[in-house]
Nanobody, 122 residues
């Protein structure tokens, strides 16, 4: 089973930046849409950003131009660059791929990364 492996995150001061990465755990054929979600304590999970295989991005309203999602299809990796982070951005961030196509042509569905803590605090 293919997994999504996240990296990045950590503690940053308000106004700071972080970059999250989400990569397949093994060589695969393709990933179509990938999205980042976040969940803060006591709150429901919300969509942060998404990107299609063609690179078309979409963002949650709260992003307000601060975050950028991008992908490197050759590496099957998706990035989330987060700038001007604020305390309300503190949450566990997850990447999700609804469908991954393996080298053998098999579809693996609804894959989630392990989650990465992002804490914004002075």
């Amino acid at each position: 089973q293919v997994q999504l492996v996240q990296s990045g995150g950590g503690l940053v001061q308000p106004g700071g930046s972080l970059r999250l990465s989400c990569a397949a755990s093994e060589t695969i054929r393709s990933i179509n849409v990938v999205a980042w979600y976040r969940q803060a304590p006591g709150k429901t999970r919300q969509m942060v950003a998404g990107i299609t295989s063609g690179g078309d991005p979409s963002y949650g309203d709260f992003v307000r131009g601060r975050f950028t999602i991008s992908r490197d299809n050759a590496k099957n990796t998706v990035y989330l660059q987060m700038n001007d982070l604020q305390p309300e951005d503190t949450a566990v961030y997850y990447c999700n791929a609804p469908v991954i196509t393996t080298v053998g042509g098999k579809f693996e569905r609804d894959k989630w990364g392990q989650g990465t803590q992002v804490t914004v605090s002075s």
